[in-house]
């Protein structure tokens, strides 16, 4: 794969802004690995881990996939009522969404598919409107509801096994792996910070913080937990309690400008099998595919 001087800059700049492991770790020996984002907003990053890789993420449709009854309007009568009387009204349905995505290498590994569930509903707004030639029409908005910290879970599913399984805890969960490394993680935080979740149903623009976040599970019959510090976005990846990596996602949402804008960079524990390395790769980019949910919804 031939480097360009444009994606040259962005390895050079990922090894600048990559904190120094040995100073920051002092238990842990981290490698610092070169990863670019090529296109803003875009979805493909190249890594350079015993060569050239790339690898991206893919979003697919959101369903809700549970319409328990609800006591409100139901879709068609609500369209009548605006339609007759020219008074706004509302409809909804609950259940469960189902969120999913795809982790896609561009080599011999298969993909992942990658699905989230949370209870939620789907709302929809109706107002009767004056068109420009007179004529009257029904303007429709539709919301969707998560509420990721009611019981979220998550799969992740390789070609057609089940490789992981984990919860989704939102907010700072008070466990011990988290009070472990909580200097580290949270390092701009005062010592007495609390632990307590707090609801993380918003509905805010993207913006360069996130929320914090716990997904705590098994992954290849060993216990996995994905931390992030939404306020710098950066995640931290553990298996088996042993801390495998660090993991900047880029930031340039939509709304983020380019002189706000922030690359990504990787750290990786030295004491990751080659033959494993791959997989914490495709987990940190599942970290950034779950962001744009639990860091937006």
Same mark, same amino acid.
């Given at each position: 794969m031939r480097v360009t001087r444009f994606t040259l800059l962005f390895i050079l700049s990922g090894f600048w802004l990559a904190p120094r492991a040995q100073a920051q770790i002092e238990i842990t020996d981290l490698d610092s690995v070169a990863i670019v984002k090529p296109k803003m907003h875009g979805k493909l990053y190249q890594f350079f881990d015993n060569g050239p890789k790339e690898i991206q993420y893919r979003n697919n449709d959101i369903v809700l996939t549970k319409d328990p009854s609800t006591p409100v309007l139901n879709g068609f009568g609500s369209y009548a009522l605006?339609?007759?009387?020219?008074?706004?009204?509302?409809s909804g349905k609950e259940g469960y969404w189902k969120?999913?995505?795809?982790?896609?290498?561009?080599?011999?590994?298969?993909?992942?598919?990658?699905?989230?569930?949370?209870?939620? #509903?789907?709302?929809?707004d109706r107002? @009767?409107?004056?068109?420009?030639?007179?004529?009257?029409?029904?303007?429709?908005?539709k919301t969707k509801v998560y509420y990721w910290d009611k019981k979220a879970s998550g799969l992740i599913t390789e070609s057609v096994d089940t490789v992981g399984f984990f919860k989704i805890i939102m907010g700072i969960p008070e466990d011990d792996l988290v009070k472990k490394w #909580?200097?580290?993680?949270?390092?701009?935080?005062?010592?007495?910070?609390?632990?307590?979740? =707090?609801?993380?149903?918003?509905?805010?623009? #993207?913006?360069?913080?996130?929320?914090? #976040?716990?997904? =705590?599970?098994?992954? @290849?019959?060993k216990n996995f937990i994905i931390i992030q510090n939404g306020a710098n976005r950066k995640v931290w990846i553990f298996i088996d309690d042993l801390m495998a990596c660090m993991f900047q996602g880029d930031i340039d949402y939509s709304g983020v400008?380019?002189?706000? @804008?922030?690359?990504?960079?990787?750290?990786?524990?030295k004491e990751i099998p080659a033959c494993d390395r791959r997989d914490i790769f495709r987990l940190a980019i599942m970290s950034r595919f779950m962001n744009n949910y639990l860091s937006t919804y």
């Amino acid at each position: 794969m031939r480097v360009t001087r444009f994606t040259l800059l962005f390895i050079l700049s990922g090894f600048w802004l990559a904190p120094r492991a040995q100073a920051q770790i002092e238990i842990t020996d981290l490698d610092s690995v070169a990863i670019v984002k090529p296109k803003m907003h875009g979805k493909l990053y190249q890594f350079f881990d015993n060569g050239p890789k790339e690898i991206q993420y893919r979003n697919n449709d959101i369903v809700l996939t549970k319409d328990p009854s609800t006591p409100v309007l139901n879709g068609f009568g609500s369209y009548a009522l605006t339609s007759l009387t020219g008074i706004g009204s509302s409809s909804g349905k609950e259940g469960y969404w189902k969120v999913s995505g795809v982790i896609q290498c561009y080599d011999t590994l298969p993909d992942w598919s990658v699905n989230l569930f949370c209870e939620g #509903y789907l709302q929809k707004d109706r107002e @009767r409107s004056r068109d420009d030639d007179g004529s009257w029409s029904i303007e429709t908005t539709k919301t969707k509801v998560y509420y990721w910290d009611k019981k979220a879970s998550g799969l992740i599913t390789e070609s057609v096994d089940t490789v992981g399984f984990f919860k989704i805890i939102m907010g700072i969960p008070e466990d011990d792996l988290v009070k472990k490394w #909580y200097g580290f993680i949270f390092p701009e935080r005062s010592d007495n910070q609390n632990f307590s979740s =707090k609801n993380n149903l918003h509905f805010n623009a #993207y913006f360069s913080t996130g929320k914090d #976040y716990e997904i =705590k599970g098994k992954f @290849r019959n060993k216990n996995f937990i994905i931390i992030q510090n939404g306020a710098n976005r950066k995640v931290w990846i553990f298996i088996d309690d042993l801390m495998a990596c660090m993991f900047q996602g880029d930031i340039d949402y939509s709304g983020v400008s380019k002189k706000n @804008r922030i690359i990504p960079y990787i750290l990786i524990n030295k004491e990751i099998p080659a033959c494993d390395r791959r997989d914490i790769f495709r987990l940190a980019i599942m970290s950034r595919f779950m962001n744009n949910y639990l860091s937006t919804y």
